[in-house]
């Protein structure tokens, strides 16, 4: 029999709470977690606002937290997340094989050195051109090892299996906005081949900065409604004009069902089905008629063996885009026919914003709750139709209505795609 994975912890860092119930209570009131850029001086730059995460303390998830004051904003988050998950699931009180315990992150890179950077090219500046030799002594002396280390996105990974003494398998994917959902499908088939008992899995990523906001504006990818920041992120909206920038943290403690079953743990639900695809179209753009998600939606309808009409809601990727609500609407129906038009459907990025990396894993976690209690968060910002996007979108305030099994899409920048499937725990 194939091994049944199940969920026995949730955390999450997000612009709208820093915990799991916060967050949670913030999506189902509708509360918006996007305002004015704080992280830097975003006077000059095209779109001025963007979900940050604010009032989070590390101090309050670890005693080691000076040994992270190098590591940038993803690690952080990404440690605040995965205690709240560990504990949650019990993990600490229980006697776990560390050599069957693993990590499996959808991380994004560290926090970027802008400023440092522009004045060692400002001091390497010759005649109009940089010396690259002036530019590499300059380096020498101004970087510090151990900042720039922290800038690789395998670091998050690295520091969560250091401190939970995860010695099992550990890796971490880049996949863009498809990255969490990925590592935690993947980190599902690592438990289902025998290879670990336990995986702590999810994503972490911030890419507020100069950097980040410079190239999502050179994509036109970003909204630009600065008269309303709050309102900026409109998913299948017939107004929309691009995706609000967020970052954060999300990790859930996957288990093998017969381990946590014998340590008496939590369990809040049953990953069914696992779906990943490429559209091998543009590095930009999705293929316009959906080829790569609903092969991803197929291929994890296929694994959990359920039928579309068995799911209750859906978690869109909803990035507020032009082109992807649209293609994803198209996705959903061809998959879902006519029952596509009876499932509720929402995107909470209207209030997160975008996590990238991160996002995934908290809108599967949106999903875990949503069967939870039986809510389904709504889509903000809600107000013109699009006769492109023309399905249930749960619009501007929750609604009750049980939840047996959900899907949780996201579909990433370079035509990356997956789906999971995620249900109420069935004995």
Known sequence: MKRRVVVTGMGCVTPVGNSVEET??????????????????????????????????????????????????????????????????????????????????????????????????????????????????????????????????????????????????????????????????????????GDADVMLSGGAHSMIHPFGVTGFSLLTALSRYNDDPKKASRPFDANRDGFVLGEGAGMLILEELEHAQKRGAPIFGELLGYGTTADAYRMTDIHPEGRGAVSCLKMAFNQAGVRPEDVNYINAHGTSTEVNDKVETAAIKTMFGETAYKCPISSTKSMMGHLIAAAGSVEAIACLLAIRDGVLPPTMNYETPDPECDLDYIPNEAREAPVSIALSNSFGFGGQNVSLILSRFAG
Not at 145 to 163: K, R, V
Request: glycine share 10%; charged share 20%.
């Open 24 to 193: 949670w209570s913030s999506l189902k009131e509708g509360r918006s977690g996007i305002d004015w850029i704080s992280h830097f001086d975003a006077t000059g730059f095209p779109t001025r606002f963007a979900a940050e995460v604010r009032g989070f303390d590390l101090s309050q998830y670890t005693p080691e937290h000076a040994r992270f004051s190098k590591s940038g904003r993803n690690v952080h988050f990404a440690i605040g997340a995965a205690r709240q998950a560990v504990d949650q699931s019990g993990l600490s009180e229980s006697k776990v094989d560390p050599a069957r315990f693993g990590v499996y992150l959808g991380a994004g890179e560290g926090q970027q050195d802008f400023v440092q950077v522009m004045q060692m090219i400002a001091e390497s500046q010759k005649d109009g051109e940089i010396d690259l030799d002036a530019f590499s002594r300059v380096g020498l002396q101004r970087l510090d090892a151990q900042t720039e280390l922290e800038q690789e996105p395998n670091m998050p990974a690295g520091h969560l299996a250091s401190l939970f003494d995860a010695q099992g398998p550990n890796l971490n994917c880049l996949t863009a906005c498809a990255a969490s959902s990925q590592a935690i499908g993947e980190a599902a088939e690592i438990i289902r081949r």
